[in-house]
């Protein structure tokens, strides 16, 4: 079996990781949620007058406050709600476990050992041309 095949049944297996399902969950909930696909559909038409009024010739500066102050209070609404908190967490432990599973990978490709590599400490990008050291 080649590694190409090996990471497909490690990405069936991350499917079934407790963070992966909850933050699917949370997609689903969010999906199911009118209110709040209503606030989105708000902000996005907000945020579409906004930059129409924005892109004018000359665009109405008080005009442009008032759409400007209207999308910020849906997004802070929206991101406020009980469903976007949820999703948001279960977003960033996924993110992390996938910062994780970037710094195994890095780890193996420098010819270092792979099974030696801990959860990175803080914003970990995979990338270990930022790194300042994780093992």
Known sequence: M???DLFKKAAVALQTDPRYLELDAARRQNDMDEELQNLIGEFNLARLDLNNEAGKAEPDAA????LNQRVNDLYTQIMASEGMVRYNTAKSECEAL??????????????GDPMTVNPPAGGCTGSCATCGGCH
């Not at 005009?63 to 008032?66: D, G, M, N, Q, S």
């Not at 710094?103 to 420098?110: D, F, K, L, V």
């Open 98 to 111: 996938i910062s994780h599973i970037d710094a195994i990978i890095n780890t193996a490709m420098n010819g």
């Open 2 to 4: 080649d590694c190409i």
């Open 63 to 66: 005009r442009t406050a008032e």
